[in-house]
């Protein structure tokens, strides 16, 4: 490798065409030519004495070396952001950057912890990243950001998992279904048609370990990737569901929706904090993971 170095506005174009997968709409995001972006990147290959990139079709993907670049720079990023806290934290001042990444589930409550730390810190600058729980542990392994909501971590990676809320499970069916008293039992309820989160959900994660201690099987009609769906599929009729509690408001009566009362519901999945165990926190990250914590005790 060449003795010259690299310059974070560099990396930060060689991350931008890595992340985006084009030099066309790196260039756009970072308000620069396409000539211009690719004069960064070969500058970068001739420091590295490798390529970095490598054409599939129309497409670009990273080749090794461009791998462990793009790691490094992740590591760099998060390394400077943590200096920079550091620094305005000596001044007296709450700047930052905050990058949250959440399953889809935790969109129903999480907004509202992160109003109140906006309020509390309105000089951090915050990127929110919804996804469902697949991408979100490919952002995980990425490291592309500072921590991530789920009920479920993955077991496969390193990580530190703080568990900070409750994650309800709940049997739920259409107002209007003629149901025995309860409490039923789920054995009771599986000759109805059930309608299911996607497989790899944290939601379908915690249903199915259920079942199988249970001995149990369920009429699964149909699985989707959609809470609001499932939840308006049920309201209309179609079958029953197991979902977060979360996911029904206040006042489920009101969308057509009553819970249930089945023996061993609800589920308990508690939703926890997540990041890498290597990863070096920022100043606003631990202010944010003190916050939800904070709020959880008051709850």
């Known amino acids: 490798m ?12 060689f991350a931008t065409v890595a992340r985006l997968g084009s030099f066309s709409r ?29 054409q599939s079709g129309r497409d670009i993907r990273l080749t090794t070396a ?7 720079a992740r590591e ?38 992160l ?16 996804a469902n729980r697949a991408r979100i542990v490919e952002r995980l392994r990425a490291n592309e950001d500072d921590l991530y909501i789920m009920s479920f971590p993955p077991e496969e ?15 739920v069916a259409p107002a209007s279904l003629p149901l025995p008293p309860g409490p039923l ?3 009771d309820l599986a000759h109805h048609p059930f309608l299911m989160r996607e497989t790899g959900s944290g939601t379908r994660k915690a249903v199915d370990r259920h079942l199988a201690r249970s001995g149990l099987a369920l009429n699964v009609k149909l699985s989707l990737g959609s809470n609001e769906a499932i939840r308006d599929l049920v309201a209309s009729g179609m079958g029953l569901a197991i979902l977060s509690r979360h996911v029904l408001g206040e006042k489920p009566e009101q969308d057509g929706l009553r819970i249930i009362d089945v023996a061993g519901f609800p589920l308990q999945q508690p939703w926890s904090i997540v990041h890498l ?18 709020h959880a005790a008051l709850s």
């Open 2 to 13: 060449s003795r010259r170095h690299l310059t974070f506005r560099q990396l930060e174009t």
């Open 26 to 54: 790196a260039a756009e995001s970072l308000h620069l030519t396409q000539p211009a972006v690719s004069i960064q990147i070969r500058q970068i290959v001739d420091v590295v004495g490798l390529p970095l990139f490598e």
């Open 66 to 72: 461009g791998q462990e670049l793009l790691q490094t």
């Open 76 to 113: 760099l990023d998060d390394s400077w952001n943590r200096f920079e806290s550091a620094v305005n934290a000596l001044k007296g001042l709450r700047k930052g950057r905050l990058r949250v990444a959440l399953v889809t589930t935790a969109k129903y409550f999480l907004p509202r912890m």
């Open 115 to 130: 109003g109140a730390f906006c309020q509390r810190y309105p000089e951090i600058d915050i990127e929110l990243e919804v």
């Open 157 to 171: 990676l390193e990580v530190v998992a703080t568990p900070f809320l409750d994650n309800p499970l709940v049997v």
């Open 185 to 187: 039992s789920l054995a």
């Open 277 to 294: 165990k290597r990863k070096v926190l920022s100043l606003p990250a631990q202010a944010f993971i003190d916050e939800l914590l904070e």
